[in-house]
């Protein structure tokens, strides 16, 4: 048993006592999760309750008062804050109560709630923001700090969310790695004190560790048992998620911006509006955790999120800097010959003064380079077009190179430090969108390529350095809002983009998988999980982003990468947005031809992998195996991709148990993106081929479908009869 001091406890007894039916209640419900608050005696706003939902609302008064909601810094709880201001007058505190509350419903399913609160000292005003996604049980928070105080006050601390469980037990998972080495997923109880899962990269903000986190309750978290609440921050730069068990063995999670380096001063009258937070909660663990990710981003997030997606040709992997008109022609044809649905042209193609035959130069001047595209990218959209593929475009627009006009003609665009030594990442500066002329040029970059060639019908927009020598020209003596600013400046700008062009689709990458934030997605059809392309590797990436993203927003490319064969690439990245990145020339006919049955069968399916409900079945961190499956809502239709990695001399394989079919269906079971043989004489083992199973044997004795075949991979397609 922990010591704690008597005034501490007196507190604690105090926030935990039994409420009588007096106190106001506060409820925001999906179908299946609860999160409730209720005003104390004191007036102060307390978070009540947040698990599974409560039928009857009848017993709500006899949940305890619980936790301050939203916690302030000065009063008596001495925990981590989710605000802390400093007034004008140099007082530090602040204690907020409870003045109303409204509810709204903007859509059918979905629910809005309002709870303002204000200091009865300072003129200080918090309103927390709830909305409740009733099907798809999720729930966004945020938070808006206003005052009237006669001069600006600073926030020092400034939370989305705070959010208060309570177990024996807490464990949390980050996903954290680096460049081609993404969404490690680490799994680690946590005890008392703090653990803070942070970046402070500005613009490549998710490079070392992503915007979100899985948290389960009492044990390790299970697929498809157990407890568990995934959150995430839609917020395009520094983020911060503080875990802390307090004394009472009771966790506070909170999410919010990093306010590392970024005290802000607020004016009188401004809303200081904060990112927001998006959680689930599941009580049938991660996979329906998952699951319903994926149905609100669909439903409610991603740009175009019920649309379809396209299949690509890239050539980056291909060519690199090293292409001119002929090659791309060719690959055009390429193209075509795979039978995807676009040509998507990298880095590489533009800079005038500078050409950008390497990274060292031209970032920030966008037009053609005369020596490579003597006819420019309108003639290029012609031919791609004429070959019977769209046209996409790579650009970078948020970056310069030193070596650019645009830096020579607007060095003070560029953030770096006036009186230092300027340390380059990747030979690269951020470009200071803090500042409305910036933001203008940002936007202006794809308004005149779209202007001028209007036929581009995709774009990948990159930003592969973070924010280095960290100083604004613009904004002076305010430098520490910087972080801030330069994402609300980003957010003009893409904001202008969707206005303007809301039918363009649009890859979202930072030098891999650095950027796949919500708030990001809105404006975005898809992201880029990473550079790194191994089909092995890939697999594990994947299945990392396949917790809060579905499989529609996840583009994945087979390339000459990994060392396995051809097939367990493509089967690989058939599980996400397909694409190539590849040379065909390097393949055998027979290759050729697995390719485009593979693009076939994707196009065929792509309602079932893309829309469909996603159940993991075989995790590669727990076996030397892995498998997923993808069933059609109706359940008539389901994909099921299973992987042999590295098995074990003389491994016991036991048969794969389906997950999400109907039990009283029957299903033919048939695979698909079948290679004769492949370069190491193996051939498919066909057993289950043709075979009629029902849903229910399915998923109680499953297929034995795993081999002990190192990189071999086998795709099912199981279809209702
Ligand atoms: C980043 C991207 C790559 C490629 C290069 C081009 O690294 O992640 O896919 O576009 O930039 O320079």
């Known amino acids: 048993m922990k010591k704690i001091t008597t005034a501490l406890l007196l507190v604690m007894m105090c926030l935990l006592q039994l409420n009588a039916a007096e106190n106001k209640v506060i409820r925001i419900a999906t179908d299946q999760t609860d999160l409730v608050f209720k005003v104390g005696d004191n007036g102060r706003l307390y978070q009540s309750y947040l698990g599974k939902v409560l039928k009857s609302e009848a017993d709500l008064k006899f949940l305890p008062l619980g936790t301050e909601a939203y916690l302030t810094h000065g009063m008596e709880d001495y925990f981590e804050p989710a605000v802390r201001v400093l007034h004008n007058d140099g007082n530090p505190s602040l204690l907020l109560k409870y003045v109303s509350h409204s509810t709204s419903n903007p859509q059918p399913g979905i629910t809005e709630t309002a709870i303002v609160l204000k200091d009865e000292v300072y003129p200080v005003q918090v309103t927390l923001y709830y909305t409740a996604f009733a099907k798809e049980n999720i729930i966004k928070e945020r938070s808006e700090i206003k005052h009237n105080e006669k001069k600006p006050i600073t926030l020092y601390q400034y939370a989305s969310s705070l959010i208060h469980l309570s177990a024996d037990k807490y464990f949390m998972t980050e996903f954290s790695g680096e460049w081609a080495h993404e969404v490690n997923m680490t799994e680690q109880q946590l005890s008392f004190g703090k653990k803070m899962v942070d970046t402070k990269l500005g613009s490549r903000a998710g490079m070392i560790c992503s915007s979100f ?21 839609a917020w395009t730069g520094n983020f911060r998620f503080t875990f802390e068990v307090d004394n009472m063995n009771k966790l506070r999670i909170l999410s919010g911006i990093n306010p590392y380096a970024s005290e802000y001063t607020l004016k009188p009258g401004e809303v200081f509006s904060t990112p927001e937070f998006i959680f689930t909660y599941s009580s049938e663990g991660k996979g329906k955790a998952s699951r319903d990710f994926h149905d609100w981003a669909r439903k409610y997030q991603l740009k175009n999120g019920e649309g379809s997606r396209m299949s690509l040709l890239n050539n980056w992997e291909a060519t690199y800097f090293g292409f001119d008109e002929a090659k791309l022609k060719e690959l055009f044809g390429e193209a075509a010959h795979l039978g995807v649905d676009m040509f998507l042209l990298d880095d590489g193609w533009f800079g005038t003064k500078y050409p950008r035959n ?34 996409g475009l790579w650009i970078e627009p948020e970056m310069v190179n030193p070596k650019s006009e645009l830096f020579e003609k607007h060095p003070d665009w560029a953030i770096h430090l006036p009186n230092r030594e300027t340390y380059y990442f990747r030979n690269q500066l951020v470009l200071d969108l803090s500042n409305p002329a910036v933001q203008d040029y940002v936007f202006g970059i794809v308004d005149n390529l779209m202007t001028k060639y209007p036929g581009i019908a995709y774009f990948k927009w990159d930003c592969n350095s973070p924010i280095t020598n960290i100083y604004s020209a613009y904004l002076k003596d305010k430098q520490s809002h910087i972080y801030i600013e330069h994402v609300r400046g980003l957010y003009n700008v893409l904001k202008r983009v969707k206005a303007k062009y809301p039918e363009l689709p649009m890859m979202l990458c930072s030098g891999g998988g650095a950027r796949c934030d919500y708030e990001a997605l809105k404006y975005f059809t898809e992201f880029w999980a990473s550079d790194n392309t191994d089909g092995v590797e890939r697999i594990y990436i994947q299945w990392g982003f396949s917790h809060l993203f579905p499989a529609k927003s996840i583009a994945a490319h087979v390339t000459s990468w990994g060392k396995q064969p051809l097939k367990f690439r493509l089967d690989v990245a058939m599980m996400c947005k397909l694409g190539f990145d590849i040379q065909l020339k390097e393949m055998s006919e027979n290759e050729q031809k697995l390719c485009q049955d593979v693009v076939k069968n994707f196009k065929r399916l792509q309602p079932v992998i893309l829309d469909g409900d996603m159940y993991r079945l075989v995790s590669p961190y727990d076996t030397d195996h892995a498998a997923v499956i993808y069933n059609s809502k109706d359940k008539n239709k389901a994909i099921l991709f299973a992987y042999d990695i590295h098995p074990r001399f003389a491994e016991q394989l036991q048969p794969v148990r389906l997950n999400g079919l109907d039990p009283d269906k029957r299903y033919k079971v048939e695979e698909i993106n079948v290679i004769k043989e492949d370069r190491q004489g193996r051939r498919p083992m066909p057993s289950v081929n043709g075979q009629i199973y029902s849903g229910d044997y399915l998923m109680k004795v499953g297929l034995p479908i795993l081999t002990s075949a190192h990189t071999s991979s086998h795709v099912l397609e199981l279809t209702a009869q």
């Open 213 to 233: 986190f899985l948290l389960s309750l009492d044990q390790k978290a299970q697929e498809n048992t157990g407890d568990v609440l995934f959150g995430t921050i």
């Open 358 to 391: 390497d990274d060292s130069q031209g970032l920030g001047d966008w037009t053609e380079i005369k020596e490579k595209l003597p006819n420019g990218i309108g003639h290029l959209v012609k031919e791609a077009n004429a070959q019977g593929v769209k046209f």
